[in-house]
């Protein structure tokens, strides 16, 4: 870890005293807020989540003219922001003036500076003050860039005025790096889990319905009601005719009802429809009708054809009517009509879509970049989704499934994709399956049932009504988590963690009374919940899971942002050999972390809810991650990168097309070739991150390489207990630039590149803002 060293001095002046002239070496822009335009600061940024706070520049100057201000008359919180780029492995020194007037800060300590992610404790002032200065060095460590921040005060709510002028941070020294590596072929480390490579899928966005699933229509069992904000479905024509049956709907609480006069034409629209050329769709549509009616028009309409489909012959008992349709354009606004025509009444039960080409209901295009990634085990169905979900919710009739509103998340949830689906996923990518039961208000019997409908034999309940869903065998499903992320209090049926001990025990003994053989993931959380769950669950769990996601919250420097990613992973890593030492109930057991969630997750969501980019900047990250995964091989036994389709995803989709994201190509590629056997490197190798593993034969050495730098650096490596026997090569991601990403329908930016050959293996040369594996066949 990362040691901070720092100086603090407080000094006061008196406004006459003359400010230390920053020079042309200040790192910071509009240091004293000269430069602004209305109401903007020029590189400046305020942060408040009151709205009695105002942050502004104010003419009260230390020195010039203006300074920045921020105020409230009530409790309030609020910051000044700019982000400063700095060296790595560098000595600084800051220096600002601040200035209060009735500062009142009850929680904190007042107003003050704050330099992120420095951990520089100073003192900070209340009351009334005149203008103080205040200096500290610090070294930056790994870390290329900052946040500092203008604050009213620490911890908590304040009131009163803060000032701040006359800010500067200024270059001390540089430490000069030469990295060289020695590798070590005979000191080998645990393996690494293949289950590092995991994914998780969740009912959440366009992950599943509008990603991974092939369902076309949006809403097709009408939970909102046609018409209205929600629903993505419009009344054209007579409104009138337009109605809902509450009293006996076919799924759900509400079915559409119309009620034709002979006259007039009332119709359902869906746009937003994507079609691919020369492909065959196939579709039904359950209706029932009074006798009156004529037929029930669909007609489909692309950019430039359309098509019209007649269905006579409405019984009064729902049936289901299949339709087809060829597509003979790219079109992603297409839309379907439903127009009856009649005298009577016409009664829509559910209405489905999707490309013939689809493989037991998924998109052939996502499933065959899943393949690429070729993850072992996927986590479904949650994520904060699976603490109100009703597994039963998703089994048997698809079309006669209730929909409901999305538990956790917004939008709805047509349980069209359940258990069964879940597994032929599974099945279909050849992967593991890895369930988590609903521990926020669902109850110990209902997993218990969940345990047993997957792995009971044909004569248990559950297992009986398995067989009469179609599926005889037990799926065998080994891998459970009792919930998730229990200790917050945005989860359904958050409680406190003695509660919740005793509901995991509880869980854990139902689960195993039907299948004894499986393995449970117990949630955990760094610090007080992981010791209370691993002092009393110890018994009844095999693994712990622990999450995490990153931002880009601290300047933006490369280095800083590709560093959050393994730096998460060994505090987890570290605190738990740190719990095997303190906790009794720990001894001799060997309770590993299931890293369920890992991810950045920062910035607009493009592609829906949650549904963010990623940059090669952040494949970078995700890189450094797996080499800090090789690292902890002894500790952590799965990870889980959060999520796997356009929802914070490796791969991004839209209504026709889809494509492999910047981190999933990392995923992609150190997966296939990236060894499983970790060895020991020694040496200094700042300012890259290496890791170094042997293949399972110990036949082939593979060292990864993440160069976060703009600078090209030549790395001495010598192999030690063995000797490379043949030609290397060189595996990359490669992208024109660090904020590279790849667009569903566009041609990569982001892509592997390799194998090319090494000429020279002892000492490689490492390109700038590169991710590379080093392959070299060797003996020992």
């Known amino acids: 870890m990362k040691s901070f060293c720092f100086i603090v001095i407080i000094s006061a002046f008196l406004c006459s005293c003359s400010r230390q002239d920053p020079g042309e070496h200040n790192l910071i822009s509009n240091p004293s807020a000269e430069e602004y335009e209305g109401s903007v600061v020029t590189g400046w940024n305020s942060e408040t989540h009151s709205p009695d706070a105002v942050l502004f520049y104010d003419n009260l100057a230390h020195q010039g003219k203006r300074s920045l201000v921020i105020y409230s008359g009530k409790p309030a919180e609020g910051r000044w922001m700019t982000r400063v780029q700095l060296k790595p492995w560098s000595k600084y020194r800051f220096s600002g003036w601040v200035r ?43 870390d290329d860039s900052g946040v500092l921040s203008c604050m009213m005060n620490s911890e908590g709510p304040s009131t009163g005025r803060a000032w701040f002028d006359d800010m500067s941070i200024q270059l001390i020294s540089s430490e000069k790096l030469n990295p060289s590596v020695k590798i070590d072929l005979a000191d080998v480390k645990e393996p690494i889990s293949e289950y590092i490579y995991g994914q998780f899928i969740e009912h959440l966005g366009r992950c599943i319905y509008g990603g991974i699933w092939a369902e076309m229509i949006m809403d097709r069992k009408f939970w909102y009601q046609p018409g209205e904000t929600e629903s993505p479905w419009i009344i054209t024509g007579n409104r009138k005719l337009f109605s809902l049956d509450r009293n006996s709907p076919f799924t759900g609480d509400k079915s559409p009802l119309f009620s034709l006069n002979g006259r007039d034409t009332v119709s359902l629209r869906q746009s937003g429809l994507g079609f691919k050329p020369d492909l065959d769709y196939n579709g039904r549509i359950i209706l029932k009708g009074t006798s009156g009616i004529r037929e029930v028009k669909l007609t489909l309409r692309l950019a430039d054809t359309s098509e019209v489909i007649t269905i006579k012959g409405l019984t009064g008992e729902y049936r289901s009517y299949p ?93 069209d994709v359940g258990i069964n689906e879940f597994m032929e996923f599974c099945r279909l990518l050849n992967t593991e399956p890895y369930i988590a039961v609903n521990a926020g208000i669902g109850g110990a019997e209902q ?77 955990g959380d760094l610090g007080d919940w992981d010791r209370m769950i691993l002092s009393n669950c110890s018994g009844s769990m095999d693994y712990i899971s622990e999450h995490f996601y990153r931002q880009d919250w601290h300047g933006g420097g490369l280095m800083t942002h590709v560093k959050q990613i393994p730096d998460a992973i060994r505090e987890k890593a570290e605190a738990h050999r740190h719990y ?43 890189a450094a991650g797996i080499n800090e995964y090789s690292r902890q091989s002894d500790m952590i036994f799965m990870a889980n990168y959060a999520q796997a389709v356009n929802v914070i995803g490796a791969i991004k989709t839209n209504t026709t097309q889809s494509v492999i994201d910047a981190t999933g190509q990392v995923l992609k590629l150190y997966r296939h070739v990236f060894g499983t056997i970790p060895v020991t490197i020694t040496g200094d190798w700042r300012p890259l991150d290496i890791a170094a593993a042997l293949n399972a034969a110990k036949d082939t050495l593979t060292v990864s390489v993440i160069n976060p730098t703009a600078e090209r650096i030549p790395l001495p490596d010598e192999v030690l207990n063995g000797q490379v026997t043949g030609k290397a090569q060189k595996w990359q991601v490669i992208a024109p630039d660090d904020m590279s990403t790849n667009e569903p329908g566009r041609p990569e930016s982001v892509k592997i590149s390799g194998p090319v050959p090494i000429n020279d293996a002892k000492t490689l040369d490492i390109d700038p803002v590169s991710i590379s594996i080093f392959v070299f066949p060797v003996n020992r």
Not at 343 to 360: C, F, L, Q, R, Y
Request: proline share 5%; glycine share 12%; with cysteine.
């Open 100 to 142: 209060t007037e009735n500062l009142a800060a009850p929680k904190g300590k007042g107003a003050g500076f704050r330099l992120d992610p420095f951990r520089i404790d100073f003192q900070r002032m209340t009351g009334t003050n005149d203008w103080t200065r205040t200096m500290f060095e610090f070294e930056t460590g790994n």
């Open 580 to 622: 095997r030492n303190e906790i009794p109930s720990l001894k001799g057991k060997d309770i590993r972390i299931c890293m369920d969630e890992w991810n950045y997750w920062y910035g607009p969501h493009i592609y829906g809810e949650l549904g963010t980019r990623y940059f090669f900047r952040d494949a970078m990250g995700i």
């Open 447 to 523: 997993a218990r049932q969940e345990v047993e409908y997957c792995n009971g034999p044909v004569n248990t309940g559950m297992g009986k009504l398995r067989k009469e869903n179609g599926h005889t065998d037990p799926w065998k499903v080994k891998f459970w988590s009792v919930g998730n992320e229990m200790y917050g209090d945005w989860q359904l049926g958050h409680m406190s963690t003695g509660d919740f001990v005793k509901k995991h025990n509880s869980f854990a003994a139902a689960m195993r009374s039907a299948d004894p053989g499986i393995r449970l993931i117990a949630v």
């Open 323 to 415: 339709f087809s349709f060829h597509s003979r354009e790219l079109d992603h606004d297409a839309s379907i009509d439903i127009m009856p025509s009649g005298s009577g009444k016409v009664w829509i039960g559910t209405v489905s879509m999707m490309p013939a080409d689809n493989i037991e209901g998924f998109r052939a295009d996502v499933l065959a970049l899943l393949r690429e990634l070729d993850s072992p085990v996927y986590r479904w169905p949650g994520g904060n989704f699976v603490s109100g979900y009703n597994w039963k919710d998703g089994i048997g009739d698809r079309d006669r499934r209730p929909p409901r509103k999305n538990p956790a998340w917004l939008g709805i949830e047509s349980n």
